[in-house]
């Protein structure tokens, strides 16, 4: 995937780590992975998947289907991967 077929909501996601009082490295913890990606998926460089968006969204208490919107994850392709 190149950087071009999504597009993430950077500022959502560091709008909601501020209001939960949150680091970058907490979130990391949650998903069990460097620093480093999250800041290279809020640049664009790297996708989060969606078992990460899934664990990301009960660490930023929102809806799953919203952090798939704001991370450039369409609804349907989430469907579609649940379904195998």
């Excluded at 909601?16 to 913890?29: N, P, S, Y």
């Excluded at 969606?50 to 989430?78: C, D, W």
Aim: charged share 30%.
């Amino acid at each position: 995937m190149s950087r071009r077929e999504w597009a993430v909501d950077t500022g959502w996601f560091r709008a909601k780590l501020e209001e939960r009082g949150a680091t970058l490295e907490e979130w990391a913890d949650c998903l069990d992975c460097d620093p480093t990606l999250l800041e290279m998926f809020l640049a664009g460089d790297w996708p989060i998947g969606v078992r990460n968006s899934e664990a990301t969204a009960a660490f930023l208490h929102e809806q799953v289907e919203e952090v798939l919107a704001r991370a450039g994850i369409t609804v349907i392709a989430y469907h579609k991967y649940m379904k195998n």
